[in-house]
Structures are given as C-alpha cells and as structure tokens.
C-alpha cells in the first residue's frame, strides 16, 4: 500500500514512546515503505509525541512550527502521534492547518490505510480501545541489536493529581503473558541479550488469560536460556510488593537496578498528589530492596514546587534523597497539565522559587552522583556494549546499574556484553577500559 514512499520518524519522550516508533516503522516498512534518517526527501512525516510537561509539548509545537515550510517546498504528509495527539486531537488540526493526521496511540494499527494514497483525508483518530490491541507486525525493526523494549502493559488507573497519563493512555490494559514470552523468544533466537519490558504501571500487570502478575512474567522470561539481562519499568511505589522485591533478589537474570518514583518526600505533598503512599511506605520498600539486593541501583522522578509545596516539604525532599542515595534522578518544575486535577489547585509556589528548588536539589544529587561513582573507580563491570560513542573512538554501554559506560577497546568489539574496568567519570557517565 505505501510501496517505495519515504518516511521520517521523530520521537519525543519515554522509552515507550521509543517502543511505540519501532513498531510504527515496522507497520509501515512492511507496507513497501522506507526509512529515511532525516525528514528532508520524505513523503510521509511522523511525530510521536509526549504530552507529560508543559516544556514537551511547547518542544513539539516548535517542532510542528519548523515543519510548515517543509510542507510548502515538498507535501509531505505530516502526522501526529502519541500523548499530545490524543490528548488534542481536532485542536491540533485547526492550530496546525498544514498537519494533516492526528493519530492517538490505540489506533496505530490503522496507520498504512490512513497513510494509503486512497484514503487522504485530514482527520483525527484518536478512538479508545478496551482491551490490548496486538499489532499486525511480522517483526519489529529494532534501534539496538541486543537490548530490546517490550511494551506489557498500557494505561494507568492511579490518576496521580498532576499527570495527565490516564487521559493520553486510557486505562490499564495487558498484554497475554504468551505473546510477550513469544516476543522475547524471537528476540532470544535473533542474539538480543537484554530485555527490557515496558508500561506506565508494570507493577499492576495481570496477564488477561490466566491472571499471573509480574513476578511470574519475570519467572517465564528468565527461562529464556539467551536472554541475560531483565529490566523493567515504570514501577508505582503502591504496587511495588515485598513479592515483587524477593523476585528480583531470587532471579540471576533480574538487574539489581529499579526507577522508583517517589515524586516528593513530603507526606502533605504526596497526599495532594494522590500517590496513595506516605515516605515512610517509601522508605520501607527501599530498606527491603537494599536488605536483599546490597548493590541495587535505584533512581527516581521528582517533581519540585507542586501547588502548596512548603520549604518545609522541599527539605524533606532532600533528605529523602540524601537518604536514599539514588543513582540517578529525573527532577522537574511542576507545570499544570490539561484534565489533570491539579490543574485546578492553586499553583502557588512562585516560578523562582521552583527554579531555585530544582538547582538545589539537582546540585546535591550530582554530589551524591560524583561520590558514589567515584566509589566504582578500579571495579571491573560487565557491561552491554551497545556501539561506538558519539565522544571520540571509545564504545558505550551500560552497566547492570543501568548507567552509560563510556570505553575504550585494544580490540574491534561488536554490540554485547565485554568486562570493563572502571577508570574514571564524571556525575553523570564512567569512562573505562574493556578488559581483552
Ligand atoms: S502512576 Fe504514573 S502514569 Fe499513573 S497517573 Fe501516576 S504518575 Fe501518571
């Protein structure tokens, strides 16, 4: 149906969003079409999009901008995907009149007719499914050789005050445990070495045949002889069980390494946030990760200057991190999102001050970052080497931490796992050397 046409992918936000490009491109390259690596000769502009802050969606607007001239000297068919396409829908038509298909994440299946050359016609699907929708795709076009996203899970039931996921995503939906330990095979027998599944709330997985959770899911792809690596995400605190906890410590193949996010350290601010746990839930969760797994390498999502955030709670927050001493953080400004109920709670914490919490609590976790990287200098590590660096001749991969690993090799290495010994870093990467 699209035989010989060009197509360009640009994706904004999560690793589910990643996911979702990869079968995007594999739904249309089976159709005849192509994959450009720049939109500049494309037929057919595809924008998968992220609609979790205000920053994003402003990102994508200015992107949308730059594309009106494209339009103009070439034609191209533009496409919506994503959050910020289900989330305004027709609206993005009229702000946009040169975008011509707003398509929302249920509906990708549809995409190779909606693209077709007798279809044409601006519109904007953005129809819930109820259950999972299993793509038809014979396989999926894949970013890495040997680590590989999985997506088990879609939606969120939580309705966390601030976030808008509930209304881009839909409600909880899972995958059949089957086709994902189907999906994992293949990707076993084509040499992927790591695999990472995917969802909003992968705590609350429930396979719809036979009602196995997580855990089990994690127990079946362990079995899975090639596969050496298992991760997972996004974890809620809520969900997150002593079961679950004891089924990573208890599997060789599961890293010791999970994003919990804790968002804030403040019981006030965690009520209002509608995240249904207090930090001292919190705290537990992590004394029985660290009880049974000493190494684990944790990191987090925290958002600063939520309506009614005291100084009083952004110390806590510290504390908690202090306490914790993640790996890593993912740290934001709060901004009001659209439907969310947040949205109507005064947003009262100036935008200075925000500013001024953010670089605070950034500059001490990049001190927690620079010690405990330091601590890892002359440890030897495995790593999955992933391909060459954008920095120089040196390699890069990550370790079991899950953290990027920057290397230099005496020999030619191909993507896999190679033993490397650390030698230095920074905050935010290692540098080493492959032990040959
Ligand atoms: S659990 Fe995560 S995805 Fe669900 S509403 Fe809360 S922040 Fe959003």
């Known amino acids: 149906m699209l035989e010989g046409k060009k197509f360009f992918i640009q994706t904004f936000g999560c690793q589910m969003n990643l996911n979702d490009s990869e079968h995007v491109a594999s739904l249309l390259l089976q159709e005849g079409a192509h994959q450009a690596d720049t939109p500049e000769k494309c037929e057919i502009i595809l924008i998968n999009t992220c609609a979790v802050r205000e920053k994003s969606v402003e990102k994508l607007f200015s992107y949308l901008g730059r594309l009106k001239e494209h339009k103009a000297n070439r034609g191209s068919i533009i496409v919506c995907l994503g959050c910020v396409a289900q989330l305004y829908r027709e609206k ?24 077709s050359d007798s279809f044409r016609q601006r519109a904007a699907i953005t129809r819930w499914t109820k259950g999972w929708v299993e793509l038809p795709i014979m396989a999926v076009v ?92 996004t974890s809620h605190p809520r ?35 509608n995240r249904n746990y207090s930090r001292e839930d919190y705290l537990e969760k992590i004394s029985w990760l660290k009880s049974l797994m000493p190494d684990i390498s944790l990191s987090t ?16 927050t510290l504390e908690l991190v202090d306490q914790v001493q993640y790996t890593n953080i993912f740290s934001f400004r709060y901004s009001p999102r659209p439907l969310t109920r947040a949205a109507s709670f005064k947003d009262d914490v100036p935008a200075e001050v925000k500013i001024e919490r953010l670089i605070e609590l950034q500059k001490r976790q990049k001190e927690i970052q620079l ?53 230095g870093g920074g905050a935010y990467s290692l540098k080493g050397e492959a032990v040959c």
């Open 92 to 115: 993005l038509l009229s702000k946009f009149p040169y975008l011509d298909l707003v398509v929302g994440p249920a509906q990708y299946q549809e995409l190779p007719l909606l693209l």
């Open 142 to 233: 894949r970013e890495s050789q040997v680590s590989a996203y999985i997506t088990i899970m879609e939606g969120c039931n939580n309705f966390c005050t601030f976030c808008v996921v509930p209304f881009t995503r839909g409600r909880e939906k899972y995958r059949p445990l089957s086709a994902i330990q189907e999906e994992a095979r293949q990707l076993a027998e084509s040499g992927f070495l790591e695999i990472q599944l995917l969802g909003q709330n992968v705590n609350s997985y429930r396979d719809p045949e036979s009602g196995a959770g997580l855990a089990e899911l994690l127990k079946k792809i362990s079995e899975i002889n090639q596969i050496q690596w298992i991760r997972f995400l």
């Open 239 to 273: 969900n997150f069980s002593f079961e679950m906890a004891l089924a990573m410590a208890s599997s060789p193949k599961v890293c010791h390494q999970l994003h919990l996010p804790v968002q804030s350290g403040s019981n006030q601010v965690l009520a209002r946030m």
């Open 301 to 316: 999502d925290i958002i600063v200057g939520f309506p009614g955030e005291t100084d009083d709670d952004f110390q806590q």
């Open 371 to 423: 010690k405990v990287n330091g601590e890892m200098l002359g440890q030897k590590q495995k790593v999955l080497a992933l391909g060459q660096s954008k920095k120089g001749n040196l390699y890069t991969g990550r370790n079991e931490a899950y953290q990027v690993v920057n290397f230099s090799s005496r020999r030619e290495l191909t993507p896999g796992f190679v033993e490397v010994k650390i030698v």
